[in-house]
């Protein structure tokens, strides 16, 4: 119905950035709000910063001042910039995706990205 695919991660040293992109597809109606989460190895997964179809947005502690959510809409994607980066911010970072999405109705829709390995080495 609705497939959220990521791309953007890989390795950068502590200090550097890299910008993270979620592309949504499928039968939309409407997207409202879109976020990023990530999980770090033996951690559960958080919530990191959230946009809303208003495009206000929201952001955890952990990433406040260094990491920047944005969107899309026409293209119904969200991207994540990280600047500053720490050796504490490798994780997989999943992109999550709420809205409305026509099939034989409109219903309700939340989905998910595969995730992609942010790694930042010291």
């Known amino acids: 119905q609705v497939q959220l695919v990521e791309s953007g991660g890989g390795l950068v040293q502590a200090g550097g950035s890299l910008r993270l992109s979620c592309a949504a597809s499928?039968?939309?109606?409407?997207?409202?709000?879109m976020g990023w989460y990530r999980q770090a190895p033996g951690k559960q997964r958080e919530l990191i910063a959230r946009?809303?179809?208003?495009?206000?947005?929201s952001y955890a502690d952990s990433v406040k001042g260094r990491f920047t959510i944005s969107r899309d809409n026409g293209r119904y994607t969200v991207y994540l910039q990280m600047n500053s980066l720490k050796p504490e911010d490798t994780a997989v970072y999943y992109c999550n995706a709420q809205g409305l999405v026509a099939t034989t109705r409109i219903h309700d829709f939340s989905a998910w990205g595969q995730g992609t390995q942010v790694t930042v080495s010291s």
């Open positions: 946009i809303t179809g208003g495009a206000s947005t």
């Open positions: 499928g039968s939309i109606v409407s997207i409202n709000t």
